[in-house]
């Protein structure tokens, strides 16, 4: 009897396993089919992109059986895992440390471990050992490199997300303390001191195409300025102070892997500028910088006063575009310290404008590693609504005197390679710095000669300046974006006489040709000021006399010409072709070193296709000797 019950018994669990392993019946250990969305999911699951820890830090947990008291006593796993283990390699526990430390930051708001995961990312990346250097295409590095990044950025960011604030100084790590060293010579930038730091990957860049990352290690930050009393830098000298600065924070830690096992690490902090080089040494290899350029140059612009500006400096010629002092009394200024060996690239805005109407090309080209590398860009403003030859004059004299200012001997070849880019009005205005007039646009205003005239000397400077040009003897290239060099159509009706009567013109113009008409009036020529005196509208019409005698002189020789046409309609005949504001056949000139066409409106300067016609000749231009 009991033989049979034991026989049944078996008979019962053989049926209940063969139950068991049914068809659709899950095994304790098997494999589900993953969408390729999960699969990507997996592979890329970190602290910094989720809630979770990614693969290898779980594996550290589950292989120390600490994974469920993390959930609950995540300081305790972390000390725990702070002492070193036999069966755990180096590698394995500081990235593992790394990430759980960041990830109970962010949880508690406890900033010590924000600290704390950058100072273990960096015994990761950095190992005094080469043998543990993480391989180039460990996952775990990308990681531990943003660990680093965020860690320090979260970390000094003294609960207040917007800024982040270095101080030198004692600072607590959940395992011991930090001693920093910083020299206050770190936030100098020429005559300006850097600060008000803000973390770079928390600003969401509007209006620009791209938003640009140079990868690496280091925080992005945007550094704001500050003019130092006294201070004065040749270099610096056209820098202006409202500009935001991309600045990169580097943390150096001192024999990490000692000051982790004594609870006591000696750090010192470094700050960069893209100006200053692109990569750092640690441990006897390089590394490269983080920076965000286009972070710095969208908030450079945000809620920046230059865009109300644009039709007040079209409708009145006094209006100061930018702060009158020294720096700027040419209109000129720098988007970077001036570097020897870089080719200035000067940027000219158009009718009602301003140099933020650039700043999607900015963008491309200082992204542009070989370009930012040769290049140094300058720009141009001033008041749209002036006469075009008096503007003309400002360019061309101003451009002269920065380039006397930064050079005084002569010794950069590279500022003989000048390029000039003008969009619309300014093209005409880049026109000026590379024709030779003569007499023209003199004999078409007066009929005696300039030194003939009963004037001072400072309207006689005025004259010569803004009624005779030459070509600048460092411009090499210029590129002509959608410019009416015949004229604009939309400033030939009777929009040109509506628009005449709302703009002013400046006292430094008027003044001068007042003096001309008490001291000299038999100079004037009486057709000339009939309708009073031109402003650039006037200028602009296709009818206009000053339009003639200027589409007539040719390019200097010896100056390359490059031509980039807007088009809204290339379906249409070619004689239709216009951008809404410019004909084709006004804005074609022949003789051009090149001429592309470009699917656009008149602010083509924005468009794709133009930024890339001007990288193309931007590259070109650094192939001649």
């Known amino acids: ?106 949880g508690s708001g406890e900033r010590s471990y924000y600290l704390a995961a950058a100072v273990y990312a960096y015994a990761f990346l950095f190992p005094q050992n080469r043998q543990h250097l993480p391989e180039a295409l460990d996952p775990r590095l990308r990681t531990a490199v943003d660990l680093y990044n965020q860690g320090l950025a979260q970390g000094f960011s003294a609960g207040d997300p917007k800024r982040v604030v270095f101080k030198a100084g004692t600072h607590p790590l959940p395992f011991g303390e930090l001693m920093l060293d910083m020299d206050p010579e770190e936030f100098r930038w020429g005559p300006f001191r850097l600060g008000n730091f803000i973390d770079a990957a928390e600003l969401d860049v509007r209006g620009l195409r791209n938003d640009y990352r140079w990868p690496g290690v280091g925080t992005a930050l945007v550094g704001s300025l500050k003019h130092i009393s006294g201070a004065h830098e040749r270099d610096f000298a056209r820098v202006p102070a409202i500009l935001k600065v991309p600045v990169t924070a580097f943390l150096y830690l001192n024999d990490v892997e000692n000051g982790l096992r004594e609870g006591r690490l000696q750090g010192r902090l470094n700050l960069f500028t893209a100006q200053e080089g692109a990569s750092i040494t640690i441990n006897g290899h390089e590394a490269p910088l983080e920076f965000r350029p286009t972070s710095a140059l969208a908030y450079t612009l945000e809620g920046s006063q230059v865009y109300a500006l644009e039709l007040k400096g079209l409708l009145s010629g006094d209006l100061a575009l930018i702060k009158k002092t020294a720096r700027f009394k040419d209109n000129v200024f720098l988007m970077t310290p001036y570097r020897p060996g870089l080719i200035p690239l000067v940027l000219v805005h158009g009718t009602a ?116 040009f030459e070509p600048l003897p460092f411009v090499r290239r210029i590129i002509f974006i959608a410019t009416p060099h015949q004229g604009s159509f939309l400033v030939g009706g009777r929009l040109r006489y509506l628009m005449r009567d709302l703009i002013t013109l400046p006292l430094e113009l008027l003044n001068p040709l007042q003096e001309v008409f008490q001291r000299s009036p038999e100079a004037i020529a009486t057709h000339t000021l009939q309708d009073g005196i031109p402003r650039s509208i006037d200028n602009m019409a296709p009818d206009s006399s000053f339009i003639k005698t200027f589409a007539a002189i040719p390019i200097a020789p010896g100056i390359k010409a490059h031509s980039i046409i807007a088009v809204k309609n290339p379906e249409d005949p070619k004689e239709e072709w216009d951008d809404g504001v410019v004909t084709y056949n006004s804005a074609h000139i022949p003789g051009a070193a090149s001429e592309l066409i470009v699917h656009s409106d008149h602010s083509t300067q924005e468009a794709p296709q133009t930024i890339e016609e001007v990288r193309r000749i931007l590259m070109e231009n650094l192939q001649e000797p």
């Open 353 to 468: 404008s301003s140099p933020a109407r650039w700043a999607q090309m900015l963008n491309e080209i200082i992204n542009d590693r070989e370009l930012r590398r040769r290049y140094q860009i300058w720009l141009f403003t001033y008041n749209t609504g002036n006469p075009i030859l008096y503007s003309g004059g400002i360019l061309t004299q101003g451009l002269r005197q920065v380039v006397a200012e930064l050079d005084p001997e002569g010794r950069d070849a590279a500022l003989r390679k000048m390029v000039v880019i003008g969009h619309s009005q300014g093209g005409l205005l880049t026109k000026l710095t590379a024709i030779d007039s003569g007499e023209r646009f003199w004999e078409t205003t007066f009929k005696l000669p300039l030194d003939q005239l009963d004037v001072s000397p400072e309207t006689r400077a005025l004259l010569k300046r803004s009624l005779f």
């Open 1 to 106: 009897m009991a033989h049979g019950k034991a026989t049944f018994t078996i008979l019962v669990l053989i049926c209940l396993c063969a139950v068991s392993l049914q068809p659709g019946c899950a095994t304790p250990v098997g494999v589900r089919h993953l969408s390729p969305q999960e699969a990507q999911r997996n592979l890329t699951r970190n602290i910094l992109a989720g809630e979770d820890p990614s693969a290898p830090t779980m594996q550290i947990l589950n292989r120390t059986g600490l994974a469920e008291d993390f959930e609950e006593r995540p300081a305790e796993v972390i000390a725990a895992l702070h002492q070193s283990r036999p069966t755990i390699s180096d590698p394995e526990r500081l990235f593992a440390l790394a990430e759980l430390s960041f990830l109970h930051a962010a």
